[in-house]
């Protein structure tokens, strides 16, 4: 089965379904969240999940270290009224009863967090104490800082997995992002080397992407104009490919970008994304936001 396929069948199960995906007998844990939270629509009820950097088994006393996530079911009613990601604190521990999920084969692609997961029985504790929690959070909020001679100080978000700093692109600053897995060190090595690549030939890169943003979008761009308020100026292709101004670029370790412009009010302030690899060039450009 492959990724596409995988995902259809989760999302089709029923929460009767989903439910026997979890082992029948609950377990005692203490767990520590971290990393958010989110939740999906499946067959009739949503999914909602929040992460976890490590739990303690309480029968056995073992601390587990690892993404994995805590689960439980919610109705479309209780989805609308809102505020479903408020049930549980980040960077908190609770002792929960909960069943955990039953091993099985997963294409290449699932996050280690989704075959990681307890579906919560019960609540039993917030906030219970436990020193080897209180040990991986420490060691969970110690800043991780990243030094480079091209670009500079890059600070780890352990919650988004990303590096974050900013660089001089064509005399001008922007943001930078480098999106890694945090517990392999060798994507934070191939994020950075990627992203060097894209800055020793930034005046090319640069040149690509507004140029293929100006073939993909001045035609939408002058059908906004039509709709403006007031009188604005003209748009072409080259006064497009002017305009737009580079405030962002996202790199991934295997040389896949995202590099977002500012629309200059073209498109009423939404942004305008370049999407390519560092191999193939620039595959597709939006405007989204």
């Given amino acids: 089965m492959d990724l596409l396929e995988y995902m259809r069948s989760q999302n089709n199960m029923t929460q009767a379904e989903w439910e026997r995906t979890f082992e029948d007998e609950a377990r005692e844990i203490i767990v520590l969240l971290a990393g958010g939270g989110g939740a999906g629509k499946r067959n009739g009820f949503w999914d909602v999940s929040h992460y976890f950097i490590a739990y303690v088994d309480c029968q056995t006393g073992a601390l587990h270290t690892g993404d994995g996530r805590i689960v439980y079911p919610v109705s ?15 960077e908190a521990v609770y002792r929960l009863k909960a069943r955990k999920t039953i091993p099985h ?8 967090s ?12 917030d906030d219970p104490p436990c020193p080897a929690l209180e040990d991986v959070l420490a060691e969970y909020r110690r800043p991780v800082v990243v030094t480079d001679e091209v670009l500079g100080e890059l600070t780890l978000d352990k919650d988004l997995d990303m590096f974050e700093g900013e ?12 999106e890694v897995d945090v517990a392999n060190e060798d994507t934070w090595t191939a994020a950075v080397a990627a992203m060097k690549q894209m ?8 040149r690509d992407m507004r140029a293929f943003a100006a073939r993909e979008l001045t035609e939408l761009a ?19 490919a002017q305009r737009i101004e580079l405030t962002s670029i996202a790199m991934d370790p295997d040389g896949s970008f995202s590099a977002y412009f500012d629309d200059d009010d073209m498109f009423f ?13 620039v595959r597709t450009v939006n405007m989204e936001g």
């Avoid at 800055?199 to 640069?206: K, N, S």
Wanted: glycine share 8%; proline share 2%; hydrophobic share 35%.
């Fill in 222 to 240: 002058c059908d906004w104009r039509e709709s403006a308020d007031e009188d604005v100026p003209e748009i072409t292709e080259e006064s497009f």
């Fill in 199 to 206: 800055m020793a030939d930034q005046d090319r890169w640069d």
């Fill in 167 to 178: 660089v001089l692109w064509r005399g001008e600053q922007i943001c930078l992002s480098l």
């Fill in 269 to 281: 302030g939404h942004c305008v994304t370049a999407y390519g690899t560092l191999t193939d060039g």
């Fill in 76 to 90: 479309d009613e209780e989805h609308d009224a809102g505020g479903i990601l408020d049930r549980f604190r980040r």
């Fill in 114 to 125: 989704a075959q990681n997961e307890f579906l919560i029985v019960e609540v039993l504790e």
């Fill in 105 to 112: 084969e997963v294409p290449e692609g699932v996050t280690a």
